[in-house]
């Protein structure tokens, strides 16, 4: 049997309430002030768990978050490609009110039917969802029998549990991630099975800020 632990970034400035919430996507932001605090509370759960790699996304906000994890278990944080965030193209840096003016029609479709979306000079989740099970498999055929840390994204993370769930795209908005959550799925004989979703009892003595996303 392999493990798979697959935490959601921290927080950053473009994670908090409704002024500052922004399609990330690709552009590279840092955690701010409670992603590290929420970083440091991941480190501490997960110490204790024989974890063999630490992979993440490239972006600066996955590896934030996995360095302190990496660096309590005495391993590297290794970059890789397929867990980098969506590509929102002309989405991406806006707001979601932006977004509602400017591309009104599509925006309910993602809001509706988001499997639905290609997004204007960006992915699809069906693109996503290729990419990051690539990476999933070949990360489960280099470690068999081990445990394995993936430190993702909001979209990355909730397309990649639809998949090991056997569900499709459609199920998108049904599967919640918060900043600093934590996953769990074992892989055995072609079979994922779900062992802990969206778990932050780890970060009950951070203080959030209201309408964190």
């Known amino acids: 049997m392999t493990?798979?632990?697959?935490?959601?970034?921290g927080q950053t400035k473009w994670n908090i309430g409704a002024e500052g919430v922004r399609f990330r996507g690709r552009t590279d932001l840092a955690l701010d002030e409670v992603g590290r605090a929420q970083a440091e509370a991941l480190a501490e759960r997960l110490s204790g768990l024989p974890?063999?790699?630490?992979y993440s996304s490239p972006l600066r906000r996955a590896v934030q978050t996995a360095k302190p994890i990496a660096d309590k278990l005495g391993l590297q944080v290794r970059p890789i490609s397929g867990l980098m965030d969506i590509d929102?193209?002309?989405w991406q840096g806006r707001t979601p009110d932006e977004v509602a003016k400017i591309y009104p029609d599509l925006y309910r479709l993602w809001l509706d039917k988001p499997h639905l979306v290609e997004f204007p000079h960006g992915e699809s989740l069906a693109e996503v969802r290729a990419r990051v099970m690539a990476a999933l498999k070949e990360l489960i055929a280099r470690h068999k029998g081990q445990t394995i840390l993936l430190v993702a994204h909001q979209v990355v993370n909730k397309v990649l549990i639809c998949a090991m769930l056997g569900l499709d795209n459609s199920h998108f908005w049904r599967i919640r991630q918060d900043n600093g959550c934590i996953d769990i799925f074992?892989?055995?004989?072609?079979r994922f099975t779900a062992v802990l979703i969206n778990d932050t009892c780890h970060l009950?003595?951070?203080?959030?800020?209201?309408g964190t996303v």
Do not use: S, W
């Open 186 to 190: 074992d892989y055995e004989e072609g």
């Open 204 to 210: 009950k003595a951070i203080k959030c800020p209201q």
């Open 3 to 9: 493990r798979i632990v697959l935490v959601r970034h």
């Open 51 to 54: 974890i063999a790699a630490v």
């Open 88 to 90: 929102y193209g002309d």
